[in-house]
Every structure is written in structure tokens, then in C-alpha cells.
């Protein structure tokens, strides 16, 4: 009988998941005989036995698709009464010898309990955050950097023509990798991020002070979850409403608009906002995304045929290696204070 190997994609989608499921059904197929299995829109698959054969027609000219053939979901077993063990007897029912989980910190996490329960698990990390401990980079967020650099040029010319300050407000929950990245490749003269709550009043003095040195326009990047100090614009996180999503977390929304109205009003410049939104996962993954999916796709299931089963993959320098879970979903990676440093020299 022949090895069966399941692939799952959990959590927002991002561009790169195409190349790391097409990368582990050719060699799983092709090298190892393996009969491969997608499981359709994450947990939600094993939950509901949601599954189908992924061959190699399945996987042909996907690379440069964005999004995820098999869909995704933000279902977490953990809020179904007895999910994690009615997950092990479904992966046990439908014959897999093993799962590739490919997803953030929530899919691994839960990737991470059902290892610990015996389920034979390996993960690939994924998210435009860049927020997973052990990787140096997660495959989506370079071209997600590449979006917000583009839109922040576009914005340049039209806050110019109008005399204008423009809040850009980019993804990023916990961590402002996007936006520092992105807000540092676009030139943006202030980036906020949720590592440093920020000040209203400094903001705008870094404002005045580049209108008064002669330039009539800037760029403001916010992080989503970026968070004012204590008495500032709100001392929460910007929600649009209080709803949750299906794993929990509360839907983020609206800095943008409100540091856009609080500007105007400080500083008499005339203000607006923008918010990227899923522009920023959507489309086809750059060069970048679609070596690094590869090369975790391969690793993946190199580690199903090795048996090292609760282990990540990961790029540590310029190599594929492999870290327990455990580590991996211990703790978000938030943003070095150096690299912070850097783009705050070109603040104003
Ligand atoms: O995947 C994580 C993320 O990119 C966060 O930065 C953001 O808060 C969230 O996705 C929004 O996703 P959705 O609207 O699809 O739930």
C-alpha cells in the first residue's frame, strides 16, 4: 500500500502557497511514489474529511498562481467541542500517513497540538506578516512588500499634486514588518508599527517640520495594529466593530482613517487615508516567494520520507532547515529595534 500524504493551507492566504503545494506533489509523487491528498480550505478539511487527490495535472501552472488551490479557512479544531481528537480519527480514517500543514501561527499552532496527540505532522510556515519565530523570512511577504512599495510610489505623485498628507494603512496585526519594509522601500517620512505605541503629537511634528522645510506633501504608513500611547487617538486596537473572525481575533480596521482626521486637525494640512487591505495578498508571488515556496515544499516532504514529523521548516541565512514546532509558535517575531532605528532616521 502505498504512502498517503495530506497538504493543508490554513489561515489568510498568501502568494506563495501554489509553488509549496506544487513543489511537494512533484517530488512526493515523482521521487517518493507518495499518493498525495489536498484537504480543502485548512482544518476545515480534516474536520469534514473535505479532500481530494492532488496529482500531477492538479499542480500544473500553479507557480505564479497567487491564493491556494485548496482553499483556506481560519477553522480552528480548538473551538469545535472535542476537535483535536475527532481531527486524529479523521486523519486516521482517511488512511494519511502523514499531514503538511501550511499556515501562520494559528494553523501551526494547532498543527503543533495534534503532533503532540500523534498525529504525524509537518509545518511550512506561511504568512505576508513575516511574524513566525525560527524563520528568517516566510514565503508572501516579499511580494506583499512589493504591493505596499508600489502603491506608496503611486501615492507620491498624487499627494504631491495635491498638497496632501496620505495615511497608508498595511496589514500587520502584532508585527510591522510589512509596514516598516514596505514604508522603508516606498520612502514614507513616518511608519507606525504595534512594537512602539506612537505619540499624535510627535507625529505631527515630524510633519510640520518636513512642511516646513519646504516639501508640501508626506506619507504615513500604519500598521493596522499599531497602537497610540495612553491618551492618544484611542488606546485599543482600530476595529471597524467588535466581530471576531472563525479563529478568534478581533478584525482590525480604521487606524488609517482616524490618524487621518486627529493629522488634519493638529496640523491644518489636508489629510486622507488609504487602506490596502487584501490587495496586499492578493496576485501572482514574486521570484522571491516562489523559490523560497519551492524550497520548502521540497523540504517538507524530504522531512514526511525522513519521519521527523513535528518539525517546521525554515530559512536560517540561505538555508532550508528544520525546527521543532514548539518553537516556532512559542512566540510572534516582532521587529528588531534596529531595524526601526533605520527608518525613524528618515522620519519627517
Ligand atoms: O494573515 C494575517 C493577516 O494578514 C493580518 O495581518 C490581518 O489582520 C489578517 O490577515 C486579515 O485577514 P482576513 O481579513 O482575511 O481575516
Redesign the pocket.
Known amino acids: 500500500m502505498s504512502v498517503k500524504v495530506g497538504i493543508l493551507t490554513g ?2 492566504d498568501c502568494p506563495g502557497l501554489n509553488p509549496v503545494i506544487r513543489a511537494a506533489v512533484r517530488k512526493g509523487i515523482e521521487v517518493y511514489k507518495y499518493d498525495m491528498i489536498g484537504l480543502y480550505h485548512g482544518w476545515a478539511g480534516l474536520m469534514d474529511k473535505n479532500c481530494g487527490p492532488l496529482d500531477l495535472r492538479a499542480v500544473s501552472g500553479i507557480l505564479p498562481r497567487g491564493g491556494t488551490i485548496l482553499g483556506t479557512s481560519r477553522t480552528n479544531p480548538a473551538k469545535i467541542e472535542g476537535g483535536y481528537e475527532k481531527a486524529k480519527q479523521n486523519f486516521m480514517e482517511m488512511g494519511l500517513d502523514a499531514l503538511i500543514a501550511i499556515g ?1 501561527e494559528d494553523t501551526l499552532g494547532v498543527a503543533n497540538k495534534l503532533n503532540k496527540i500523534g498525529v504525524h505532522v509537518v509545518g511550512v510556515p506561511k ?3 513575516n511574524d513566525l519565530s525560527a524563520t528568517d523570512f516566510t514565503f508572501g511577504f516579499d511580494t506583499s512588500v512589493n504591493i505596499i512599495m508600489e502603491a506608496i510610489d503611486r501615492l507620491h505623485t498624487t499627494a504631491e499634486s495635491h498638497d496632501r498628507v496620505l495615511v497608508v494603512e498595511v ?3 502584532h508585527a510591522g514588518w510589512l509596514a516598516v519594509y514596505g514604508g522603508m522601500a516606498g520612502g514614507a517620512d513616518v511608519i507606525l508599527i504595534p512594537e512602539e505605541k506612537f505619540d499624535l503629537t510627535e507625529v505631527c511634528q515630524h510633519l510640520k517640520k518636513r512642511h516646513a522645510g519646504g516639501k508640501n506633501f508626506s506619507i504615513v504608513v500604519a500598521a ?1 495594529g499599531a497602537l497610540p500611547k495612553e491618551g492618544g487617538v484611542g488606546s485599543e486596537f482600530f476595529t471597524k466593530d467588535k466581530s471576531l ?1 472563525a479563529f478568534g481575533h478581533v ?2 480596521g480604521g487606524i488609517a482613517d482616524a490618524l487621518a482626521k486627529a493629522i488634519e486637525k493638529n496640523t491644518g494640512f489636508e489629510t486622507r487615508s488609504v487602506v490596502l487591505g487584501h490587495l496586499q ?1 492578493g496576485g501572482t508571488p514574486s521570484a522571491f516567494d516562489r523559490v523560497l515556496g519551492t524550497r520548502f515544499g521540497i523540504a517538507a516532504i524530504d522531512l514526511v520520507h525522513d519521519k521527523h514529523f513535528g518539525k517546521m521548516v525554515a530559512l536560517q541565512g540561505n538555508k532550508i532547515v528544520a525546527v521543532p514546532l514548539e518553537k516556532a509558535v512559542a512566540k510572534l517575531k516582532t521587529v528588531d529595534k534596529d531595524l526601526y532605528d533605520i527608518a525613524k532616521v528618515f522620519f519627517g
Open positions: 489561515g489568510g501562520g504568512t505576508i506578516d496589514m500587520g496585526r493596522e473572525d478584525k482590525l495578498r
